[in-house]
């Protein structure tokens, strides 16, 4: 018999809440940043803050397509989709990194040509009060999004997350950029910053392409997780082993499946009792997670599919 728990509807619900409220955060934010970058990269003609500026038009986009990503994510199953809709949040999670690394190449090609012919920075220093109104802005979003990615587990805002954080450091590298120009007439600073500034967002893109192949593709949870089910399962005095564990992610969602060994002579009701315990304590260390429970009569030979 198998058995499972969903995950609490009241939980659920606010951790939806949270979500949304981080994609309206993070949207509102880009579209204030990229009012006041435009101004001070028209007074400035800085290669760095233009840089910042092309990162936060495409955070406003990759926000967007995120705050649509959740919104469906957040459907609950239905007929047509039984385990679902979680997944549109690693695809939006694709979709920031598309957007991310066009932003770094397209940043490379721009600061390659400003090193070649290289042009002096004016009004620096309103550049600098733009980046020191940029970081405040963003590591408060950042923040909030850390809350939210501690309490909900979302793959999309935890993309989502990462550039920003990123925009922090990339922020601070241009107010140095604008400092050496502007006080030791440094003029390579300025696209030698730029350059650095598109590696991290192309480490970035890298960084969220993984997670969410890793999801789209189940990928089985860290070894030290899957030796933890295994533990708490053994725990229970009656069981005697287990095998064909499995184990993905879908969005905030996460599913454990496996086979107990229980003794042959027990009956149906005694063996789906000790299946609830071992659930239970499974559930209890792994809230967000559906737990699938099969029992199987130990000493009976079936081929087993784990392949660890």
């Not at 679902?84 to 695809?91: D, M, W």
């Not at 940029?134 to 909030?144: G, Q």
Request: net charge negative; glycine share 8%; with cysteine.
């Amino acid at each position: 018999m198998d058995t499972a728990t969903p995950v609490s509807v009241t939980t659920e619900a606010a951790h939806g809440r949270l979500m949304r409220l981080a994609t309206y955060a993070s949207t509102a934010t880009a579209a204030v940043l990229i009012c006041v970058k435009l101004a001070a990269w028209a007074a400035t003609g800085s290669m760095a803050l233009l840089s910042t500026l092309i990162d936060s038009v495409l955070d406003l986009a990759a926000s967007v397509l995120n705050l649509m990503a959740v919104r469906h994510a957040l459907q609950p199953a239905d007929r047509e989709h039984r385990f679902g809709h979680g997944k549109a949040e690693s695809l939006a999670g694709l979709g920031q990194a598309a957007f991310i690394t066009g932003s770094g190449g397209l940043l490379l090609v721009e600061a390659g040509g400003r090193l070649v012919r290289p042009e002096q920075v004016v009004h620096g220093d309103w550049g600098i009060a733009v980046m020191v109104f940029s970081i405040v802005a963003t590591a408060a979003l950042v923040s909030f999004q850390r809350h939210v990615i501690a309490r909900t587990k979302s793959t999309a805002i935890s993309a989502d997350s990462l550039h920003y954080a990123g925009d922090v450091m990339i922020n601070l590298s241009v107010i140095v950029s604008l400092l050496l120009t502007m006080n030791l007439g440094w003029s390579a600073a300025d696209p030698a910053f730029a350059i650095a500034i598109a590696g991290w967002l192309l480490f970035n893109a890298w960084q969220i392409i993984r997670g969410s192949l890793d999801t789209l593709m189940d990928h089985e949870l860290p070894d030290s997780d899957r030796a933890r089910i295994r533990d708490i399962a053994n725990s229970h005095p009656m069981v005697l082993d287990l095998h064909d564990l499995r184990t993905r992610t879908s969005g905030r969602q996460g599913f454990i499946q496996l086979h107990l060994e229980l003794p042959g002579e027990l009956s149906l009701i005694q063996a789906h009792g000790i299946a609830d315990e071992v659930e239970g304590a499974i559930q209890a260390a792994f809230p967000s997670f559906e737990v699938i429970i099969h029992e199987d009569p130990s000493g009976i030979t079936e081929h087993h599919h784990d392949p660890a």
